[in-house]
């Protein structure tokens, strides 16, 4: 595609629920990125893959939070046992290496009620 | 660890006219990106200038340039002949070029409104 795709652009789950959220990287692009970004704040890095690997994920805030990328492209935030504080815009981006500047998504906004 | 520092919440300017947004950033490290995004409503963060710290001339697109200071680790941007469109939040963005750095931490951000 043309650039990041994000889906969904919205998402409302109760407390304690799962949810996945999917982000599509632009084509070639190797590196991907998830941020977390709450209201009046900068994007908070989550996790970072090389290809197929997490090649760090030291901003995952818990083990609530999982994230795949199984054949290097197509990766999903998957975060169990939803509770209210993570609300917020989950945004990805992606690069064609890791020199290269950061193409986003538009993000999704999380909202646990 | 790395940090980034916007310490004005909010700019407002004059359409037509010129506007400064500060910020700074603490490392230890001698080699590193420096960025400024900006995010309008519809939550997309676009680049609007990238600055390589081992270059001392300064990075200009267009109606946007930065004043990069080292010694100060000072990354301001000018806006130059504002329009309606620059309104929105802007970020400063750091990262790393050694090793491992993966990460593009990023400040607090910016609201820029322009008056018409």
């Known amino acids: 595609g043309a650039g990041v795709s994000q889906t969904p652009s919205n998402k409302v789950t109760e407390k304690g629920k799962y949810v996945e959220l999917r982000c599509d990287p632009i084509?070639?692009?190797?590196?991907l990125y998830w941020y977390r970004q709450s209201l009046g704040q900068g994007p908070e890095f989550l996790i970072y893959?090389?290809?197929?690997?997490?090649?760090?994920d030291s901003g995952l805030p818990n083990d609530r939070f999982f994230a795949v990328r199984p054949e290097g492209s197509v990766s999903t935030l998957k975060i169990q046992r939803t509770e209210r504080g993570d609300s917020a815009v989950y945004l990805c981006?992606?690069?064609?290496?890791?020199?290269?500047?950061?193409?986003f998504g538009n993000g999704t906004r999380l909202t646990v009620t | 660890a790395q940090t980034v520092t916007q310490s004005q919440p909010e700019m407002s300017v004059q359409e037509a006219e010129t506007v400064t947004l500060s910020c700074t950033y603490d490392?230890?490290?001698?080699?590193?990106?420096l960025f400024w995004y900006k995010q309008p409503p519809s939550r997309q963060m676009i680049l609007v200038i990238r600055?390589?710290?081992?270059?001392?001339q300064n990075a200009t697109e267009n109606r946007f340039s930065v004043n990069f200071q080292k010694a100060a680790k000072s990354f301001s941007l000018k806006i130059s002949d504002s329009q309606l469109g620059d309104a929105a939040m802007y970020f400063c963005?750091?990262?790393?070029?050694?090793?491992?750095?993966?990460?593009?931490?990023f400040g607090a951000g910016t609201r820029l409104f322009v008056k018409a």
């Open positions: 981006a992606s690069s064609q290496d890791r020199d290269s500047p950061l193409h």
């Open positions: 084509s070639g692009h190797t590196a």
């Open positions: 893959f090389q290809g197929t690997g997490a090649a760090d």
């Open positions: 490392t230890s490290e001698s080699d590193y990106y």
């Open positions: 600055q390589e710290a081992y270059k001392q």
């Open positions: 963005a750091y990262r790393s070029q050694n090793t491992g750095g993966f990460k593009t931490i």
